[in-house]
């Protein structure tokens, strides 16, 4: 817009002498661009010739004090690039650098794109408005068209319950109450198959391995469930499911067990083990961090190994879904800034296949 006023005003510089002395200015005029063409041809005397900004600048200007039939004679260029040159100027008025080859509204920031599709995949209830209102109340000014055509563009369903809560969803939204049970195998140095049951708190990751035998029945299964009952006490009335396979072994009598806490018992799909993902991981570090370092004698070695893996489990091994504590803190970590001045202990389990570490007091 600066350089547009600059350019207007050179014009009406130019004009002033044949307005108010009435003189011939189309020759002087003349000669004031053969000047500055000679001063453009010294400067790139090894080159083509290049007009730069205010060459371009100064011949548009003169070009309004010669007749228009005499500018293929006195111009070094046609008066097409002449008129493209002063046409360039003039709309420099209506022309804004910060928006120069950008049309229509600013772009929506990905950093925002990317929380609009956080708040619609965290809450399937939520509508394009609603995740416009809780954008607002963070302090984003976005409208609900924007964030229409957000959700629209990464197909996601606009209708208030998109697909209804998946398996997932449901277990993490009541991880609190839920508890699980799963079968696993062990087998001994001699080739014996022994069988454990294993009980995990979905809400702190609290394992309870309750006992081994090498013939599991329905009896043993529901004896398995009271332990565990009375292991737990009262901290059973803060669970509300109980997330099970469909094998034989958990008869009536085992549901009946926790239906008597006011629990509902789930029964995973047949042949989906990602239905209860949470203890076939706890199994598998089981497995993987004790059970494939250690040669098991008998089950009364097992019911050893297993029980000292469980309290190591609970009481000093780290969870990412805890933040790195163990299941049995609710604590934060201690905090050793000098390295130097502390001892770090090391006790060994089970014969030092796991290694618990501790700074001494």
């Not at 772009?107 to 708040?119: E, F």
Request: with cysteine; glycine share 6%; charged share 25%.
């Amino acid at each position: 817009m600066v350089v547009s006023l600059l350019y207007r005003a050179a014009r009406t510089m130019l004009s002033l002498p044949a307005v108010l002395l009435r003189l011939d200015t189309a020759r002087d005029a003349e000669l004031l661009v053969l000047r500055h063409e000679n001063s453009v041809l010294r400067r790139q005397l090894k080159g083509p010739v290049r007009y730069e900004w205010a060459d371009r600048f100064w011949l548009s200007a003169l070009s309004s004090r010669i007749p228009h039939r005499r500018w293929a004679d006195v111009f070094p260029v046609t008066p097409g690039t002449l008129l493209a040159w002063h046409r360039k100027l003039i709309a420099m008025k209506w022309d804004y650098p910060a928006r120069r080859g950008r049309t229509g509204r600013p772009p929506t920031a990905a950093a925002l794109r990317k929380l609009v599709l956080r708040l619609a995949g965290e809450n399937p209830r939520w509508g394009h408005r609603r995740i416009q209102g809780e954008l607002t109340r963070l302090g984003h000014a976005i409208a609900p068209s924007t964030v229409w055509e957000i959700l629209n563009a990464a197909g996601i369903n606009l209708a208030p319950r998109r697909s209804g809560p998946s398996w997932r969803e449901f277990l993490t939204a009541q991880a609190q109450g839920i508890i699980a049970a799963h079968f696993f195998h062990v087998d001994t140095m001699l080739g014996k198959r022994l069988y454990a049951m294993a009980f995990l708190e979905h809400g702190t990751r609290r394992l309870h391995i309750t006992g081994v035998t090498a013939h599991p029945t329905r009896a043993w299964a529901t004896q398995q469930a009271r332990n565990l009952a009375a292991q737990l006490g009262m901290r059973m009335q803060s669970l509300r499911f109980m997330l099970r396979d469909r094998d034989a072994k958990y008869d009536p009598s085992f549901d009946a067990v926790f239906e008597a806490e006011d629990m509902d018992v789930l029964l995973s799909a047949p042949r989906a083990p990602r239905m209860n993902a949470h203890c076939e991981r706890v199994i598998g570090t089981v497995r993987r961090e004790a059970l494939d370092h250690v040669l098991l004698m008998n089950e009364a070695h097992a019911r050893q190994v297993l029980a000292d893996f469980e309290r190591h489990y609970n009481t000093h091994r780290p969870h990412r879904a805890r933040d790195q504590k163990p299941p049995h803190s609710s604590g934060q970590p201690a905090t050793v800034h000098d390295l130097d001045s502390h001892r770090l202990l090391r006790t060994r389990i089970l014969g030092g296949a796991i290694n618990e570490y501790r700074y001494a007091a």
